[in-house]
């Protein structure tokens, strides 16, 4: 399934302050490293003047060009990969502060974009490590055992955060087909209800009404919703020696289809209306 996680506002708003963040950290980062208390292999000073503006102007840009639309996130997380490899390739290398802004770039493109562009992230990253090794082979085989070993367990985890999502988004999706048919099988049981002319009122466990019709209200002579009443508050039941019936005993008694014809409900005024009660 290559479906991208549907963000609400608040989450692409946490999203957006977390970028700059780590933008922030971006910059700092490459700008000790700059002033050499960092040390860096892969420091090019021109790189370093490219993306130390660019870093910081595309992470205000994030939180501040409102409002967030599809285009505008696609191109910050195109932009940012771009920034990224510069970063690692020409000024950091592998330092880890960017392999977790890659992780978590990788991650977010996988979820806003779906699996197939969090992968095409990954494969940037692979291509990045294997410029910058290329760059560096006179350092030997650590070097390359060390930056690849980092790569692999970027994978590694990008795919375990890719396939929880994966099996979270069809879980949501049959939680929404679910929902969607239980709220069919409910409206065709609204109108076969609301189609009789005998009153129906249908009550959960604890005696909530959930389901009634029309000619429930006429009954009892309301224009009120009975949805969530206690069936015992709305129905006032007394048998024909006009003492009071608890309708919640009747139902606990009941252990098969009963009907009872000796029952009136008592409506406020002291009116009676005989009922015919079929459970």
């Known amino acids: 399934m290559d479906t991208p996680i549907k963000l609400d506002a608040k989450t692409q708003k946490i999203m957006r302050?977390?970028?700059?963040?780590?933008?922030?950290?971006?910059?700092?980062?490459?700008?000790?490293?700059?002033?050499?208390?960092?040390p860096s292999e892969s420091f090019h000073l021109w790189a370093y003047y490219v993306t130390f503006p660019s870093t910081l102007i595309a992470g205000f840009a994030?939180?501040?060009?409102?409002?967030?639309?599809?285009?505008?996130?696609?191109?910050?997380?195109?932009?940012?990969?771009?920034?990224?490899?510069?970063?690692?390739?020409?000024?950091?290398?592998?330092?880890?502060?960017?392999?977790l802004i890659w992780l978590l770039l990788i991650i977010g493109t996988d979820a806003y974009l779906g699996r197939r562009a969090g992968m095409a992230g990954f494969l940037l990253l692979f291509i990045s490590a294997l410029s910058w090794i290329l760059m560096h082979l006179?350092?030997?085989?650590?070097?390359?055992?060390?930056?690849?070993?980092?790569?692999?367990?970027?994978?590694?985890?990008?795919?375990?955060?890719?396939?929880?999502?994966?099996?979270?988004?069809i879980r949501d999706s049959e939680l929404e087909v679910s929902r969607e048919q239980e709220r069919l099988e409910r409206e065709r049981l609204l109108a076969l209800i609301n189609s009789m002319g005998d009153a129906v009122i249908a009550t959960n466990e604890n005696g909530e009404i959930r389901i009634y019709n029309g000619a429930a209200l006429s009954l009892l002579d309301t224009n009120e919703s009975l949805l969530g009443r206690s069936i015992?508050?709305?129905?006032?039941?007394?048998?024909?020696?006009?003492?009071a019936v608890d309708v919640a005993d009747i139902f606990n008694n009941v252990t098969s289809s009963t009907s009872r014809s000796?029952?009136?409900?008592?409506?406020?005024?002291?009116?009676?209306?005989?009922?015919?009660?079929?459970?």
């Open 62 to 99: 994030m939180v501040l060009w409102m409002p967030p639309t599809y285009k505008k996130n696609l191109l910050f997380i195109v932009f940012f990969h771009l920034l990224s490899v510069l970063v690692l390739v020409f000024v950091a290398g592998f330092q880890p502060i960017f392999l």
């Open 262 to 279: 000796d029952l009136e409900h008592v409506f406020k005024d002291g009116d009676t209306i005989n009922l015919y009660l079929n459970i």
């Open 17 to 38: 302050y977390a970028g700059l963040l780590f933008c922030l950290s971006s910059v700092l980062t490459t700008t000790l490293i700059n002033k050499g208390y960092i």
């Open 232 to 243: 015992q508050k709305t129905l006032k039941l007394q048998d024909t020696h006009k003492k």
């Open 138 to 169: 006179e350092q030997g085989f650590g070097l390359i055992f060390n930056t690849m070993s980092q790569v692999l367990l970027v994978a590694v985890i990008v795919y375990v955060v890719s396939r929880i999502r994966e099996v979270s988004a």
